[in-house]
């Protein structure tokens, strides 16, 4: 499947570029159909997901088939390294962008609001707000309706969530450590407890998510501290759910006996994504939780 051109591994022409591209048009037309209440949306989202799915299995399978097989050299590994880190840089410019959209409304747009009465009269500028719907309270046995809103605590679940984040970053380091020193039995078992801590965090974010609409008030319609807390929040879960499932995979290959002390990329670049994706958690347990 595959040809070396002047030293440097080049695939051959594959049609899992284009397939999967179809597959990422067909989930976005499902989505725009699916927003504007046509039958037919969510049967066109299910279609592209998992066209997607299966190309990913497919072209993911055929590289790691080809590195199991040595088809690459050092070269290919630095390309690879690259390719992660632009990538890494990107995702950290993603979350970026949110936080400065939380930076600008707490520090400038509340403020501004309250001080000249801009979109409505009697407008308290203290964070966090809903806007014109109510006021923030602090108990929330006290709710009388849905126009009021709870915020949500940080030494709850965020805390126990932000404890088993920094404890995987551990246990997966141990497991690379491991891997170092050609122990199969370290590598295992520190990537299933990483799998098992990355999972209580999705556990525990989708009960915290429970606990926000059913007794805190707080919802996506709750103003601008109801958007940007489960914007940061969800995306975060997303890429730790997408770490999760790559932690998985890659505890399947190692029972596989794959990975080599000198040659690993597929194991590190998890590891990179893991590690950063805990960093990006205290950013937001300090600035979305606790401040």
């Avoid at 284009?18 to 969510?42: E, K, R, W, Y």
């Avoid at 299910?46 to 497919?58: E, N, P, T």
């Avoid at 690993?264 to 590891?271: P, S, T």
Wanted: glycine share 10%; aromatic share 18%.
């Amino acid at each position: 499947m595959s040809a070396a051109e002047n030293h440097y591994y080049v695939p051959n022409p594959s049609p899992y570029p284009i397939i999967t591209s179809f597959g990422l048009f067909v989930l976005a037309l499902g989505t725009v159909l699916t927003i504007n209440s046509l039958g037919a949306g969510p049967w066109f989202m299910l279609g592209g997901a998992a066209l997607i799915i299966f190309m990913m299995v497919r072209w993911f399978g055929a590289v790691v088939r080809e590195s199991e097989g040595g088809a690459y050299n050092e070269q290919v590994d630095r390309s690879f390294r690259w390719g992660m880190v632009w990538f890494i840089f990107s995702e950290a410019m993603f979350f970026a962008a949110f936080f400065g959209a939380l930076f600008y409304v707490r520090q400038f747009a509340v403020q501004w609001i309250g001080d000249n009465e801009l979109l409505w009269p009697g407008f308290e500028s203290a964070w966090p707000t809903a806007g014109p719907q109510g006021p923030a309270i602090a108990e929330p046995d006290t709710l009388p309706g849905a126009n009021q809103f709870a915020p949500m605590g940080a030494w709850g679940i965020p805390a126990i969530n932000t404890l088993i984040l920094l404890t995987s970053g551990a246990t997966l380091t141990w497991a690379h450590w491991g891997l170092l020193e050609n122990k199969r039995a370290q590598l295992i078992t520190g990537l299933f407890m990483t799998v098992a801590l990355g999972i209580a965090f999705m556990v525990l974010q989708v009960y915290e998510y429970a606990h926000a609409y059913l007794e805190l008030g707080l919802t996506l319609k709750t103003g601008i501290y109801g958007a940007t807390f489960f914007m940061l929040t969800g995306f975060h879960g997303m890429h730790v759910t997408m770490g999760t499932i790559m932690l998985i995979v890659m505890l399947v290959r190692s029972l596989k006996g794959h990975f080599r002390p000198q040659s690993h990329f597929g194991f590190e670049a998890v590891a990179w994504y893991w590690h950063f994706v805990d960093v990006v958690w205290l950013g937001l347990f300090v600035f979305v939780y606790w401040l």
